[in-house]
């Protein structure tokens, strides 16, 4: 069982930066891709970032290539979604999830309850 907190959600203005953290519990943690995802109201849960195991292998979505930074420190345990010149579209709850590495949602066997992230303009 792996148990996933997310954290550093807040309210920024546009062109902020912003780090959001997700700490898990369990001994497996470097066994599996973890990814960040986000959801914003009316809209479908989109994959924003997702990391290898390894740290070696990432993945953005284009409208936050250049922006956001998904980085892992295995020994901690945890994984960062470092995000800068933030916009109001990025406005939405930002889940870390544990899983395959894949963009889909349905491949992610573990979720974090997810963290605000409001940017206004």
């Known amino acids: 069982q792996v148990q996933l907190v997310e954290s550093g959600g807040g309210l920024v203005q546009a062109g902020d930066s912003l780090r959001v953290s997700c700490t898990t519990s369990?001994?497996?943690?470097?066994?599996?891709?973890m990814a960040w995802f986000r959801q914003a109201p009316g809209k479908e849960r989109e994959c924003v970032a997702t990391?290898?195991?390894?740290?070696?292998?990432?993945y953005y979505t284009n409208s936050v290539k250049g922006r956001f930074t998904i980085s892992r420190d295995n020994a901690k345990k945890t994984v960062y979604l470092q995000m800068h010149s933030l916009k109001p579209e990025d406005t939405a709850v930002y889940y870390c999830?544990?899983?395959?590495?894949?963009?889909?949602?349905?491949?992610?066997?573990?979720w974090g309850q997810g963290t605000q992230v409001t940017v206004s303009a």
């Open positions: 999830a544990a899983g395959l590495g894949t963009t889909r949602a349905d491949e992610y066997h573990y």
């Open positions: 369990g001994r497996t943690f470097s066994t599996y891709a």
């Open positions: 990391i290898s195991g390894s740290g070696f292998s990432t």
